[in-house]
């Protein structure tokens, strides 16, 4: 994927493109400083982050729901410029609240924001691209999500200094201008035609696909797993850090990993792997990394705990996506992706909610990793390979 590639696409499909830059940007610019910010700074305990964490992940969930209705019914520009304002909204409210109540509110806010946008984003890209650009551009779309990542790693790492809360008023600034962006750039309706009409009962459909439906089971429990990262790191480094905002390098270190090394894990291993067997494997990455944490002294220690967890990332993320994308059928592909949104963000609440408490639970015993470590293996035992 190069230049080459790049210049190939649609010009909305840039300007998607970019957008899906600058949301990681902000996005990824405060949600590692969040759990240090809401402990060190507010003073809440370690289950009202949790919760706060899993606010978000439902309210997502929620504006995902919302935002694919309307996005296929009023179009996918407003919606996404809409979810982006709102997202800015709640990161203002993070930056200027304080108590546990507030920042639910500021949660909700941002959470609903994200879920309206990030799904629009993804069906704008789908509808917009030519069909032999689909790949290219999904492909691009991720490439473009790991450089907003790994900037935001280093834009809070050397630019910011001083308030905690100033990533937070950065990011909104971020989000308000991809709203202008948005709203001004992309294509009006759906692709500068009429949004078609929805048939009666569509939505019922994925709910007789048995195979989707067994499959969303097994994933909400490795979403739960999954979703313990973005908690647990950065409380650990506000133990183990002089600085606990240099976490956010760590985002930086995956991104790197993710795009100098997602094509070859797809070749050598998804390709070549039964996507039972592939997830399999990545729950094994993914739990590793994440017990790992509890063994950690340093940065350095950290680092090679994300990275082991990175690994099954790369490994997870596509075979899901993969895998929906043969279970769905054609002309509702657009349903079961904004279902399996859903089951993501039942899982991301479910995980950050109990992670909370985990983590407390942690703080008092001599092997807090051991959670985590039964969580992954009773995920993968039975799973099976074939």
Not at 85 to 112: N, Q, R
Not at 211 to 236: K, N, R
Not at 299 to 312: M, T
Request: hydrophobic letters at 55%; proline letters at 5%.
């Amino acid at each position: 994927m190069g230049l080459k590639d790049l210049v190939k696409l649609e010009g909305p499909l840039l300007i998607l493109l970019l957008g899906v830059l600058l949301s990681h940007l902000g996005t990824l610019m405060v949600m590692p400083m969040l759990p240090i910010m809401l402990k060190m700074n507010a003073g809440l305990t370690l289950g009202q982050i949790g919760i706060i964490f899993a606010a978000i992940a439902i309210a997502f969930q929620l504006g995902s729901i919302i935002g694919g209705i309307l996005a296929d019914r009023i179009g996918r520009r407003f919606i996404i410029g809409l979810g982006a304002f709102i997202t800015g909204v709640g990161l203002i409210g993070f930056a200027v609240f304080s108590g546990f109540f507030l920042f639910l509110v500021a949660a909700v806010t941002m959470g609903l924001g994200t879920g309206l946008n990030a799904p629009s984003t993804k069906a704008a890209i789908a509808a917009i691209a030519s069909n032999e650009n689909r790949t290219t551009a999904f492909s691009m779309r991720g490439i473009a999500a790991n450089i907003g990542t790994a900037t935001a790693g280093l834009v809070v790492y050397f630019l910011i200094t001083g308030s905690a809360k100033s990533p937070f008023w950065i990011a909104a600034v971020i989000y308000f201008v991809l709203a202008t962006k948005s709203w001004l750039l992309l294509p009006k309706n759906c692709g500068d035609s009429p949004c078609p009409e929805i048939p009666k009962g569509a939505y019922r459909e994925p709910l007789k696909n048995k195979p989707f439906l067994v499959f969303s089971s097994v994933t909400v429990l490795i979403w739960a797993l999954y979703a313990q990262l973005s908690l647990a790191l950065p409380i650990v480094a506000t133990v183990i850090l002089p600085d606990p905002k240099n976490v956010a390098l760590i985002w930086t270190i995956n991104s790197v990993i993710v795009i100098s090394t997602q094509g070859m894990v797809t070749k050598k291993v998804i390709d070549r792997l039964h996507p039972l067997s592939a997830l399999s494997i990545g729950v094994i990455f993914i739990t590793i990394g994440i017990s790992s944490l509890y063994f950690s002294s340093s940065f350095f220690h950290l680092a090679i705990s994300g990275a082991i967890f990175v690994i099954g990332e790369m490994i997870i993320l596509p075979t899901v996506d993969s895998t929906i994308s043969q279970l769905s059928t054609t002309e509702l592909i657009g349903l079961f992706f904004a279902l399996a949104n859903v089951v993501f963000g039942l899982g991301e609440a479910t995980g950050k909610s109990l992670g909370g408490s985990l983590l407390g639970i942690g703080e008092k015993i001599t092997a807090p990793d051991t959670p985590y470590t039964i969580h992954g293996t009773g995920l993968f035992s039975p799973i099976p390979s074939r």
